[in-house]
């Protein structure tokens, strides 16, 4: 059993302490559990780690773990396993060495030591290579050592540090499938840190996405990309950008319309709660959740004109790149793959799957999650 809490935890660097590294945040893992940190670049993800491991003592609140405070409890006497970006193994070991070494310390018995080490190598298909040293493995073999090396033990908590970012993209993908298996093996409570978003949605129980030192939302992958509360979350989520637009919000009866700063209609929606009037706000749309045609068609919905710049192909799939005339520049998924450059085009949002963020802070706003206005409501096509 291993239930991590973390009661206000901030820290702070500097002389007068004016570097916020982590501003405070409560944050509760549930046993076996595994948590994805995700952010950019100096968000405060390893500082978050380190406070956790006992590496970096916080300035603020405190760490309990199964209902014991460990604020102050020495890393080794944590019972955590941590595997760094870099990791070391131990060059004149051998694998069979590099994963007893933690049971040796512990004052395991030989025989159970290789009990244990023949079954971790044989769930991380490492048995043929038990006798190489690390010099005669590849990038990936070696990160598995590592894994393994730090998971042999069995820690109460297993804390990872963007295990994956020194190996190639095609390594990555299948050290995640195997991260994925290993857990569910070993269901040991995890906190794992990344700036890939796509990482942190394949492993995760639940993300929490950070920026700039704070905590913004924490949920299920598909919460997250479906429900960003923030707009920070909803430009950082998804393989594709998201289209984020500044728009005015205007009062229409009991919905509001949301305008392009040109004063084209992009989308009708309904709020949850009073509509403000005249608001300023950031529209956003994914663009799988989008559609066009060479010519608008008569079915309620607001057509936006716009005119194609680019095509973006990704993968399977392509994006039409089109501009609104004093408007913004939108990702559209072309499902049709019949877009030109310099092609006028017209584009429809679905209202259901439509965004809305305070300009100001930020936050959601709830947006009511009915499909499209009543037909008739107003000219199809301006
Ligand atoms: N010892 C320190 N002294 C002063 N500032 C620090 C120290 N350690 C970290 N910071 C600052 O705290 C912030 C968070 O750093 P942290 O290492 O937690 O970021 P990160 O999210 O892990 O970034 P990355 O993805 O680049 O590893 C950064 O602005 C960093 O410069
Ligand atoms: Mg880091």
């Known amino acids: 059993m291993a239930e991590l809490r973390l009661e206000g ?96 310390m512990r004052g395991v018995p030989r025989r159970e030591r290789a009990r244990r080490v023949e079954e971790m190598a044989h ?11 690390p010099r005669q493995l590849s990038g990936g073999q070696q990160q598995r050592v590592a894994l393994g090396r730090a998971l042999i033990r069995r ?10 970012s020194n190996l190639d993209a095609k390594l990555r993908a299948q050290m995640r499938g195997e991260i994925k298996r290993l857990h569910r093996q070993f269901p040991i409570t ?10 942190a949605m394949a492993l995760s129980d639940r993300v929490a996405v950070m920026n700039r030192g704070v905590l913004v939302q ?21 393989a594709v950008p998201m289209n ?44 799988q959740h989008a559609r066009w045609a060479a010519r608008p068609s008569d079915d309620g919905v607001p057509w936006i004109p716009a005119v194609v710049e680019d095509i973006d192909i990704v993968g399977e799939e392509s994006y039409v790149l089109a501009r609104v005339e004093h408007g913004p520049l939108l990702s559209v998924l072309d499902r049709a793959g019949t877009a030109a450059p310099g092609q006028s085009i017209a584009i429809a949002f679905e209202p259901a799957a439509v965004h809305l963020f305070d300009e100001a802070t930020g936050h959601a706003v ?9 037909r008739g409501d107003s000219p199809a096509y301006p």
């Open 9 to 104: 935890v901030g820290k702070r660097y500097g002389g007068r302490g004016e570097v916020v590294a982590l501003e405070p945040v409560d944050l509760a893992v549930r046993d076996g559990e595994f948590i994805t940190i995700l952010g950019p670049s100096g968000c405060g993800k390893t500082t978050m780690l380190h406070v956790i491991a006992g590496l970096v003592p916080p300035s603020t609140g405190s760490v309990w773990l199964d209902g014991t405070d460990i604020t102050d409890l020495d890393p080794r006497d944590r019972d955590m396993a941590m595997v760094f970006q870099n990791y070391a193994l131990y060059p004149a070991k051998t694998v069979r060495g590099n994963l007893e070494f933690p049971l040796r």
């Open 123 to 133: 769930v991380l298909g490492l048995t043929p290579l038990l006798d190489r040293l």
């Open 366 to 374: 709830p947006v009511e999650r009915v499909t499209a206005a009543r």
């Open 218 to 238: 924490v949920g299920p992958p598909a919460e997250i990309y479906h429900r960003p509360s923030h707009v920070f979350v909803a430009g950082f989520v998804g």
């Open 244 to 287: 984020l637009a500044r728009v005015r919000l205007h009062r229409v009866e009991d919905a509001v319309e949301c305008l392009f700063p040109g004063g084209q209609r992009a989308v009708r929606v309904r709020l949850d709660g009073t509509p403000p009037a005249d608001a300023a706000a950031v529209l956003g749309v994914r663009p």
């Open 155 to 164: 820690p109460r908590v297993f804390l990872m540090d963007e295990p994956l």
């Open 190 to 199: 995890t906190i794992y840190v990344t700036h890939d978003q796509a990482e």
